[in-house]
T-cell receptor, first 116, second 115 residues
């Protein structure tokens, strides 16, 4: 079974600064996807960014980028120019596409607070 | 608008009283799934479905039932709810595309309290 570990239960960052959230995972599979989801106080789950394991290039979505290290099984999220609206829980998630089941396994989350 | 609709958003019930949380998606997705979210534990999968009439257990299936009679609907049934099923529940759906999987689309969540 796959496991996803987020080692930082809580983090804070000053507005306009950059912050990196850590995520490691454990799998013996070669084909998989990795995701970061954001959950603001409204509790809606919002997809932030997605990475396919076979792609070496790190995914980027505006102010959000990842550092994907496949050999180290690491998938960190960098948020640049942090904004107050980035305050949320962030969940790292793993999906094994090779088995065809497309199940998502989540980490326990990191609570990010952006300070004015 | 493409979305996953869950109802109700909030529910307070008593121990042992059967309840159903409905989930419907309008994106023609094959995959649907139920998760529960508890503080400090993240989201854990309850059941998932690969297509109509195809369902399987996730990590925490005890005390829950599901059915997938139609592609768009995936209700979660608690036959005899207990207080340890007090949680925030999410339904989600997804489908493979030519570019792979884009991730799951989530409903707005159902806050269930069992007293």
């Amino acid at each position: 079974a796959q496991t996803v570990t987020q080692s930082q239960p809580e983090m804070s960052v000053q507005e306009a600064e950059t912050v990196t959230l850590s995520c490691t995972y454990d799998t013996s599979e070669n084909n998989y996807y990795l995701f970061w989801y954001k959950q603001p106080p409204s509790r809606q789950m919002i997809l932030v960014i997605r990475q396919e394991a076979y792609k070496q290039q790190n995914a980027t979505e505006n102010r959000f980028s990842v550092n994907f290290q496949k050999a180290a099984k690491s998938f960190s999220l960098k948020i640049s120019d942090s904004q107050l609206g980035d305050t949320a829980m962030y969940f790292c998630a793993f999906m094994n596409s090779g088995a065809g089941s497309y199940q998502l396994t989540f980490g326990k989350g990191t609570k990010l607070s952006v300070i004015p | 608008e493409a979305q996953v609709t869950q109802n109700p958003r909030y529910l307070i019930t008593v121990t042992g009283k059967k309840l159903t949380v409905t989930c419907s998606q309008n994106m023609n997705h094959e995959y649907m799934s139920w998760y529960r979210q508890d503080p400090g534990l993240g989201l854990r999968q309850i059941y998932y479905s690969m297509n109509v009439e195809v369902t399987d257990k996730g990590d925490v299936p005890e005390g829950y039932k599901v059915s997938r009679k139609e592609k768009r609907n995936f209700p979660l049934i608690l036959e005899s709810p207990s207080p340890n099923q007090t949680s925030l529940y999410f339904c989600a759906s997804s489908s493979p595309t030519a570019g792979g999987i884009n991730g799951y689309t989530f409903g707005s969540g159902t806050r269930l309290t069992v007293v």
